[in-house]
Every structure is written in C-alpha cells, then in structure tokens.
C-alpha cells in the first residue's frame, strides 16, 4: 500500500490554467478507474472534486478537470483564481478492498 | 443539511484506548459505506477503514489491522472507530466520510475532524 507520487508543490498566476499529476502503478491508477481529487484548505476538511477520473460533482466548477493516462492521473484547473490555492490529493482504489492516496500537492496562486 | 460530526477525540497513553463517533444527519445513513480517513500533523490524507451499509463487510490500511475496529449503528446514524493498543504515529485529525451513492471510492462528505493525540 504505498503512497500515490504527487508533486509537493504547483503554481500558476490567475487566470493561467495547471496540472496536478498522481503517479502509481498498473496495480492502482493504471488499473482502474476509480481515482478522485480532494481539495483542501488549511485546518478544514477535504472536498471531493473529481471522481472516477473525470466526473465532477455538482457544484464543482467546470474549471477542474481530471484525466489519466496510463499510471498517471491528473488534475488540471483552468482559469486559476485565488480560492483555488489549497492543497490537492489524489486517492485510487488499490485492490483487495484497499484506498491509497497521494503526498499531496499544495497549490499557490501567484 | 448533510452533516457529519465526529467526537471522541483526545490525549491518551501509548498503549492505550480511544472510541471515536461520527454521527450522521440529513441523508439515508443506512444506505451508505462510511469511511474514516486520518491525517497526522503536517501530513497527508491516509485511508483507515471502512465499512458496508449494513456492517457485514469491514476493511482496513495494514497498519490498524488487529488494533482498530469500525463499526456501525443504523438506527442511531452513527458510526464508531474503536482503536485499542494506540501509538504514537496514530496521532492524527481522524475524519469520517461518506461514499457517494453510485460511484466507486468516492468520499462526498466529509465531517470536521476530532484529534486523536498518543503521547505519554
């Protein structure tokens, strides 16, 4: 059950757009299609962004987006704005009934 | 308004026991999986247990097995985490969640978090 590989840190200016990568392996992201993105901001509880690679809940701004290709999964968000600066983490479904998630990516807007 | 609370959380004793709750409104508890997440100081989210609608399945991370128990009581809308034989990396805020009905892995609500703190 090892940690999902997201970049500790991203950055872009307002109105840029950026991509979060989660890299695991063909046993986690690549073998499903079962990864989400939270959002978190400081001393508050995550918020589910995206789902299932590429579905977003209600409520969610079109501007965030999510993909995967092969091991990798990504987390882009267009049109950055200044309430879009907080954490990022991806999770997946591992197998054998188990969640792994990513370091986590802190998001800045410049 | 979908709601989870947790409680329960505080300092105990390497070695010791912690029961936390998580108590749910404003949806059908009994329809969910529920889920508890950690996340120690600083650090990152990490997957704890979970637990089926009705009980009969319960899943956890290899680091908790055989020391924490998940639970749940339909008719009280409550969700427990009994954790026994703590140790100082279980600090952490401990989160309960909600799966979204219909997807796969998906947590759509979450509650606040109580803090649970190992240390003599």
């Keep these: 059950q090892s940690a999902l590989t997201q970049p500790p840190s991203a950055s872009g200016s307002p109105g840029q757009s950026v ?92 | 308004e979908v709601q989870l609370v947790e409680s329960g959380g505080g300092l105990v004793q390497p070695g010791g026991s912690l029961r936390l709750s998580c108590a749910a409104s404003g949806f059908s508890f009994s329809s ?25 399945e319960t899943y956890y991370v290899d680091s908790v097995k055989g020391r924490f128990t998940i639970s749940r009581d339909n008719a009280k809308n409550s969700l427990y985490l009994q954790m026994n034989s703590l140790r100082a990396e279980d600090t952490a805020v401990y989160y309960c969640a909600k799966l979204r009905l219909w997807s796969y892995y998906a947590m759509d609500v979450w509650g606040q978090g109580t803090t649970v703190t190992v240390s003599s």
Aim: hydrophobic letters at 30%; aromatic letters at 12%.
């Design chain 1, 19 to 110: 991509t979060i990568s989660c890299t695991g392996t063909n046993s986690d992201v690549g073998g499903y299609n079962y990864v989400s993105w939270y959002q978190q901001h400081p001393g508050k509880a995550p918020k589910l962004m995206i789902y299932e690679v590429t579905k977003r809940p209600s409520g969610v701004p079109d501007r965030f987006s999510g993909s995967k290709s092969g091991n990798t999964a990504s987390l882009t968000v267009s049109g950055l704005q200044a309430e879009d600066e907080a954490d990022y983490y991806c999770t997946s479904y591992a197998g054998s009934n188990n969640l792994v998630f990513g370091g986590g990516t802190k998001l800045t807007v410049l």
């Design chain 2, 32 to 56: 969910h999986w529920m889920y508890w997440v950690r996340q120690a100081p600083g650090k990152g989210l990490e997957w704890v247990a979970n637990i089926k609608q009705d009980g009969s």
